[in-house]
């Protein structure tokens, strides 16, 4: 298994995955169902004096495994909203959208 880092880390980062998601509920984020449950599941898999407590590292991978689905679904969309089709573009436009100039042409055209 891949080291998951700090269950910390894994909370605060699903904690600021939900406040993306939810920024256009109009309604603290904290409110919201999914944030209670995130919030009671850690709270109940705190560490014990065991060594080692398969249930609580069961949680924390799903919950990076989680992390990792809402940091994607959110990633994507905004690359989604950038480069989605907006009908035709000028050469120009597209060249301009991958990063590149076009070549100015000799006698003064384009």
């Not at 898999?45 to 398969?54: A, G, I, P, Q, W």
């Not at 609580?56 to 989680?66: G, N, R, S, V």
């Not at 940091?71 to 959208?97: I, M, N």
């Amino acid at each position: 298994m891949a080291a998951l880092g700090s269950p910390l880390r894994t909370l605060r980062g699903l904690l600021r995955e939900l406040r993306h998601a939810g920024g256009r509920a109009g309604r603290p984020y904290r409110d919201t169902p999914a944030y209670q449950h995130v919030v009671a599941a850690f709270r109940a898999h705190r560490v014990t004096s065991e060594k080692l407590c398969r249930a609580q590292q069961e949680l924390h991978f799903q919950a990076a495994t989680y992390l990792c689905l809402l940091r994607s679904v959110r990633e994507h969309g905004a690359l989604h909203q950038e480069y989605h089709g907006k009908g035709e573009r000028s050469p120009e436009e597209v060249a301009g959208l991958v990063g590149f100039r076009l070549p100015q042409q000799p006698g003064g055209k384009g």
